[in-house]
C-alpha cells in the first residue's frame, strides 16, 4: 500500500496477506499485497502475475483534456504524492488496465498509510492518468519501483518517463542512501527498451500460472492432498530465527545470477518483489508472507506465499528455493493445504515461482497432471519473471 524513520526493516510493509495469518484470524485481507506480486515495472507491463488479454488493451477511450502536442502535454502534467483523497480517480483510471483483477482496490490505502512506501501520480487537470510506487528496501540503501500504470489514452506520451525521473528525483532528495533500484516484470511482457529506463537484467525465474476451482477433488478436503506425499521428506516448518548460515545454505538454490546485482549480494523475491536474502529481510517478510522452511541431509529450502482478493478470484503466489522437485513438492502440498482451509469458495488462481529453471516442466506436469488445475498461460509460453536494476549513483553522475 516520520519519512527519514521510513527504512528499518522492523516496520510493516503493505504485502500480500500471508496464508498463516488468515488460517489464525479466519478473515479476509485488509492490506495491501503486493506485491507480487506482483507485483512487481508493472502495470503498464504486467503485474503480479496478471495476464493481459486483447480486449483489454482494445478499450481506448480519447482523453478529457484536448492535449495538442507533447509541449501541451509536458504543460498541463502534473506529478505528485497521491493521497487517501486520490482513490476514486486513481481506480477510475485502473478500470481499463485490470478490470475486476485489480489488486489496487484493496492495497491502496495501505499504500499510502506504510511508511516505507511511497505512491506517485500523474493529474491531467483533475484527471489521474498515471500511478507509480516506491517502496523502500534494505535498511534505505534500495528501492522497489513497481505497480506502474498509465491510462489508455495516455500511453507511449511520456507519462511513464515523467513518473519516473519525478520518482527518481524525490528518493535522491528523501533517501540519498538509496543507491540501488530494482523492478521487476514478467517475460510475457518483456520491457520493450529496459536500457532506456537505465535498467539492467539481473537475473530470471520461471513460473506457472493455474486455476484451481473450488470443484477440484483436494479443495473441500485438503486433508487428501496428504496422499500425493510420496517424498519420504520430513515435513516443512514454519521459519524460525533465521541466520546467515542458513541464508548461505538457501543460496544454492538460487538462479544463477541471483547475486549478479550491483552489490553481489543474493537476491530473492518475494511476490514479484526483490530483497536481498538475509536473516533481517527474512523476519521482515515473515510479518506478511507464510515462510516455510525444510532442513534435511545438509540441504535447506526455503518458501514464501501470500494471498489477496480480487472482485472475481483469489490470487496466490508461491515462491519455492529447493534442489530437487520432491522438496518444491513439499513446500507446494503445504501452502496448498493451507490456502484450501481458510477458502473452500474461492477461485484461486495460483502463481507458482521456482528457484531452478530445470524443475519448470515438473511444476507444470505436477500442477496440471496430479492437482487437475487449469492451465492460464499458453501451453507453450515459457515464462520468466525477470529482475532489473539500476545504479542511481551512477546514473546520476
Excluded at 507480487?36 to 483489454?56: D, E, M, W, Y
Excluded at 516455510?292 to 529450502?301: D, F, M, P, R, T
Aim: charged share 25%; with cysteine.
Amino acid at each position: 500500500m516520520a519519512l527519514k524513520l521510513l527504512a528499518r526493516l522492523q516496520q510493516k510493509r503493505p504485502l500480500r496477506a500471508s496464508i498463516s495469518t488468515n488460517l489464525r484470524h479466519n478473515a479476509s485481507v485488509t492490506h495491501r499485497e503486493q506485491r507480487s506480486t506482483a507485483n512487481r515495472l508493472h502495470g503498464v507491463f504486467i503485474c503480479k502475475g496478471q495476464k493481459r488479454t486483447p480486449n483489454q488493451y482494445s478499450k481506448f477511450r480519447p482523453p478529457p483534456l484536448q492535449v495538442r502536442n507533447m509541449a501541451d502535454l509536458s504543460q498541463n502534467l502534473s506529478v505528485r504524492l497521491a493521497s487517501h483523497e486520490d482513490y476514486d480517480a486513481v481506480i477510475r483510471m485502473s478500470k481499463d488496465i485490470y478490470g475486476d483483477t485489480d489488486y489496487l482496490p484493496a492495497f491502496y490505502h495501505s499504500f499510502i498509510d506504510a511508511p516505507n512506501t511511497r505512491v506517485f501520480i500523474a493529474v491531467l487537470g483533475k484527471q489521474v492518468v498515471g500511478l507509480l510506487v516506491a517502496i523502500i528496501t534494505e535498511g534505505g540503501k534500495a528501492f522497489i519501483s513497481t505497480s506502474a500504470r498509465i491510462a489508455a489514452a495516455w500511453r507511449k506520451t511520456g507519462v511513464l518517463w515523467k513518473l519516473e525521473k519525478y520518482q527518481d528525483a524525490w528518493i535522491r532528495q528523501n533517501y540519498p542512501a538509496a543507491r540501488y533500484k530494482r523492478a521487476t516484470v514478467s517475460s510475457l511482457n518483456k520491457m520493450a527498451d529496459a536500457q532506456g529506463h537505465g535498467l539492467r537484467e539481473v537475473f530470471n525465474m520461471p513460473y506457472v500460472e493455474y486455476k484451481a476451482g473450488p470443484h477440484l477433488w483436494w479443495r473441500q478436503d485438503p486433508t487428501q492432498l496428504a496422499q500425493l506425499d510420496t517424498t519420504g521428506l520430513p515435513d516443512v516448518t514454519p521459519l524460525q530465527d533465521p541466520d546467515d548460515d542458513f541464508c548461505t545454505a538457501v543460496q544454492k538454490t538460487l538462479p544463477s545470477q541471483a547475486c549478479g546485482g550491483y552489490d553481489g549480494k543474493p537476491i530473492i523475491l518475494a511476490d514479484w518483489d526483490p530483497f536481498t536474502l538475509c536473516p533481517a529481510n527474512l523476519k521482515f517478510l515473515q510479518a506478511e508472507n507464510t515462510i516455510y522452511v525444510l532442513n534435511c541431509k545438509g540441504e535447506a529450502s526455503l518458501s514464501l506465499s501470500s494471498t489477496y482478493s480480487t472482485a472475481v478470484v483469489r490470487m496466490m503466489s508461491i515462491q519455492v528455493y529447493a534442489m530437487d522437485f520432491r522438496t518444491l513438492q513439499k513446500h507446494l502440498l503445504k501452502h496448498l493445504q493451507d490456502i484450501s482451509r481458510s477458502y473452500k469458495k474461492d477461485d484461486i488462481h495460483v502463481s507458482v515461482f521456482a528457484g531452478l529453471e530445470e524443475l519448470e516442466d515438473l511444476m507444470h506436469t505436477f500442477c496440471r497432471d496430479t492437482l487437475q488445475m487449469e492451465n492460464l498461460m499458453d501451453a507453450k509460453s515459457k515464462c520468466r519473471i525477470i529482475m532489473y536494476e539500476k545504479d542511481m549513483l551512477a546514473s546520476h553522475l
